[in-house]
């Protein structure tokens, strides 16, 4: 069983950037893969970012060029997320153990807490 701990939220202003961790323990993320989701208020859980097999990273179209996901080791992910806009608010949460799509929420089998951003305009 693998235990997810978010941090690195916070508030910020439009512009500002802030970077995400995800600690894995108990073992490490299955496979290498991880990814990031953003949940914001009232709305559906929505893929950010993940880390694949063989090296492949894959982004939303809404965070290409601003976010980047990667990762130190076995068990440290990270989302350092740049020019962040007030539609970015949401809570964040990492996840591993992936089973079918990536950008399917429900093909991820282990998740995180979340970690709250909040984004002024």
């Known amino acids: 069983q693998v235990q997810l701990v978010e941090s690195g939220g916070g508030l910020v202003q439009a512009g500002d950037s802030l970077r995400l961790s995800c600690v894995a323990s108990?073992?490490?993320?299955?496979?290498?893969?991880a990814g990031w989701f953003h949940q914001a208020p009232g709305k559906e859980r929505e893929f950010v970012a993940a880390?694949?097999?063989?090296?492949?990273i894959i982004y939303a179209d809404s965070v290409k060029g601003r976010f980047t996901i990667s990762k130190d080791n076995a068990n440290t992910m990270y989302l350092q997320m740049n020019t962040l806009k007030p539609e970015d608010t949401g809570v964040y949460y990492c996840?591993?153990?992936?089973?079918?799509?990536?950008?399917?929420?429900?093909?991820?089998?282990?998740w995180g807490q979340g970690t709250q951003v909040t984004v002024s305009s």
């Open positions: 996840a591993t153990d992936l089973r079918g799509g990536p950008y399917d929420a429900r093909s991820w089998g282990s």
């Open positions: 880390l694949l097999w063989k090296g492949v």
């Open positions: 108990g073992r490490t993320f299955s496979y290498g893969t």
